[in-house]
């Protein structure tokens, strides 16, 4: 037994050796670094601050440069009126006609300065779903991570359970040499302890499965070998008030903000519409028409030219009245979805809370409890090599033992999720 267990201790410690350590830090690094979401949020960022220009928004000037040449064959048959008669077939003709011309607004109903503002809320807004994005991001990296945790927890447990099962058997075979067992009791015991294997192998799949949902966060080979040596500790100094305060600071709740203002310049930008338009327009002509007959030769023509161009809406159909209206309603909308979810992130927030608050009590009794069914078990496994417990009394101290281990260690991971979820939804969790 003595030559298993140095074995097995060997191989967990060439596996530990061969794996790649990470710390929470660590993940949550690696996290930031190679998200894809957090990746298309920055990209999104990057757009609309590319967009944010006043040239999108139509307040500087345009310039073109405009050109037209046209060939000709033509047939000719004038008669002049000194008598003349001029006839010419397949007379060969050009025209060219190129033009820069300069346009700038003067005024469109304060359109320009709607848009241009529509465009910087966007812009405000895209920051805000990076930071939610962000804050997301780490979230369920750490809660991947501390579900690792409670998983090598259950695993070790398991373990410990499957020591205490071979040491029941190693004591009835003792038993059985001095006549005092029988094989029934030692099949039991055989029984049990392959039971105890067999879930410690599940238990393998599972911490495996976790650690592979883990490296897909951080958007590394699913495959890679992965060691993570934690205990869950949980913040206990959380206060319900202190989250309600910061709700209005989370960036989900910032970015309806904004989207209400996007609205608001998209209504404005339509009513300008309303409004006249003025433009400034200026540039240089040149115009130059060639024929080999006809009557002129040659006539070329070029110099500046500049003048206002005024543009009055009077009627389009009810389309720009049917526009506003629109717009209105999708101002109302935006209020309506900001206002929902201020009451889901509240509401989620007292629930999380109370979540949290009766974890952390019913850790702290299952402690104790804790501490109780490993004293228990030691007592009855002592009583047991005296002949003075039965397998029975043993196989229920071991249970006991067993479900407070699990219980605790789910009592402290849902008070550790609750913590999270309270600092993401309170915008601190980078604080930590």
Same mark, same amino acid.
């Given at each position: 037994?003595?030559?298993?267990?140095?074995?097995?201790?060997?191989?967990?410690?060439?596996?530990?050796?061969?794996?790649? #350590?990470?710390?929470?830090?660590?993940?949550?690094?690696?996290?930031?670094?190679?998200?894809?979401?957090?990746?298309?949020?920055?990209?999104?960022?990057?757009?609309?601050?590319?967009?944010?220009?006043?040239?999108?928004?139509?307040?500087?000037?345009?310039?073109?440069? @405009?050109?037209?040449? @046209?060939?000709?064959?033509?047939?000719?048959?004038?008669?002049?009126?000194?008598?003349?008669?001029?006839?010419?077939?397949?007379?060969?003709?050009?025209?060219?006609?190129?033009?820069?011309?300069?346009?700038?607004?003067?005024?469109?109903?304060?359109?320009?300065?709607?848009? +241009?503002?529509?465009?910087?809320?966007?812009?405000?807004?895209?920051?805000?779903?990076?930071?939610?994005?962000? +804050?997301?991001?780490?979230?369920?990296?750490?809660?991947?991570?501390?579900?690792?945790?409670?998983?090598?927890?259950?695993? #070790?447990?398991?373990?410990?359970?499957?020591?205490?099962?071979?040491?029941?058997?190693?004591?009835?075979?003792?038993?059985?040499?001095?006549?005092?067992?029988?094989?029934?009791?030692?099949?039991?015991?055989?029984?049990?302890?392959?039971?105890?294997?067999?879930?410690? +192998?599940?238990?393998?799949?599972?911490?495996?499965?976790?650690?592979?949902?883990?490296?897909?966060?951080?958007?590394?080979?699913?495959?890679?070998?992965?060691?993570?040596?934690?205990?869950?500790?949980?913040?206990?100094?959380?206060?319900?008030?202190?989250?309600?305060?910061?709700?209005?600071?989370?960036?989900?709740?910032?970015?309806? @903000?904004?989207?209400? #203002?996007?609205?608001?310049?998209?209504?404005?930008?339509?009513?300008?519409?309303?409004?006249?338009?003025?433009?400034?327009?200026?540039?240089?002509?040149?115009?130059? @028409?060639?024929?080999?007959?006809?009557?002129?030769?040659?006539?070329?023509?070029?110099?500046?030219?500049?003048?206002?161009?005024? +543009?009055?809406?009077?009627?389009?159909?009810?389309?720009?009245?049917?526009?506003?209206?629109?717009?209105?309603?999708?101002?109302?909308?935006?209020?309506?979805?900001?206002?929902?979810?201020?009451?889901?992130?509240?509401?989620?927030?007292?629930?999380?809370?109370?979540?949290? #608050?009766?974890?952390?009590?019913?850790?702290?009794?299952?402690?104790?409890? *804790?501490?109780?069914?490993?004293?228990?078990?030691?007592?009855?496994?002592?009583?047991?090599?005296?002949?003075?417990?039965?397998?029975?009394?043993?196989?229920?101290?071991?249970?006991?033992?067993?479900?407070?281990?699990?219980?605790?260690?789910?009592?402290? *991971?849902?008070?550790?999720?609750?913590?999270?979820?309270?600092?993401?939804?309170?915008?601190?969790?980078?604080?930590?």
């Amino acid at each position: 037994m003595r030559r298993l267990s140095f074995l097995f201790i060997v191989l967990l410690s060439n596996a530990a050796y061969a794996q790649q #350590r990470f710390t929470l830090a660590d993940v949550v690094n690696t996290t930031l670094k190679n998200s894809l979401d957090i990746e298309i949020a920055k990209n999104n960022l990057e757009i609309n601050s590319i967009n944010n220009n006043i040239g999108n928004a139509g307040g500087l000037p345009t310039v073109n440069l @405009n050109a037209n040449y @046209n060939e000709n064959s033509t047939s000719v048959n004038q008669k002049l009126n000194n008598g003349n008669t001029i006839e010419r077939a397949g007379a060969r003709a050009n025209t060219l006609t190129p033009n820069v011309q300069a346009s700038i607004l003067l005024f469109n109903g304060f359109r320009v300065k709607a848009t +241009q503002k529509r465009l910087q809320e966007l812009e405000l807004m895209s920051k805000e779903q990076l930071n939610a994005q962000i +804050q997301n991001a780490i979230a369920e990296a750490m809660v991947k991570y501390y579900d690792i945790v409670r998983q090598q927890s259950y695993f #070790r447990t398991i373990r410990q359970s499957i020591e205490l099962s071979a040491k029941r058997l190693e004591i009835l075979q003792a038993k059985k040499e001095a006549g005092l067992s029988n094989n029934v009791e030692i099949y039991q015991a055989e029984v049990d302890l392959n039971a105890r294997k067999q879930d410690l +192998q599940t238990q393998q799949l599972i911490l495996d499965q976790a650690k592979t949902d883990l490296l897909n966060i951080m958007n590394m080979k699913p495959d890679l070998k992965i060691d993570i040596q934690d205990t869950i500790l949980v913040d206990k100094s959380i206060v319900l008030d202190s989250v309600m305060k910061m709700i209005p600071l989370n960036p989900q709740l910032l970015s309806a @903000n904004q989207m209400i #203002r996007v609205s608001e310049q998209a209504e404005k930008e339509i009513q300008a519409q309303r409004y006249p338009a003025i433009r400034f327009n200026t540039g240089f002509n040149y115009s130059r @028409n060639y024929s080999q007959a006809g009557l002129f030769i040659l006539n070329q023509s070029y110099g500046p030219f500049a003048g206002i161009n005024l +543009q009055m809406p009077l009627y389009n159909g009810g389309i720009l009245k049917r526009q506003e209206k629109t717009a209105r309603i999708d101002v109302k909308n935006a209020t309506l979805q900001r206002d929902n979810l201020v009451n889901a992130l509240e509401a989620g927030a007292v629930r999380t809370y109370q979540g949290y #608050r009766n974890a952390l009590q019913q850790r702290d009794a299952e402690l104790k409890n *804790y501490a109780t069914a490993q004293t228990l078990l030691d007592l009855i496994m002592e009583r047991y090599k005296l002949n003075q417990a039965t397998i029975l009394d043993v196989r229920e101290a071991q249970k006991s033992f067993e479900d407070a281990g699990y219980r605790l260690v789910n009592l402290s *991971y849902a008070a550790k999720v609750a913590e999270i979820e309270l600092k993401r939804l309170s915008s601190t969790l980078l604080k930590d």
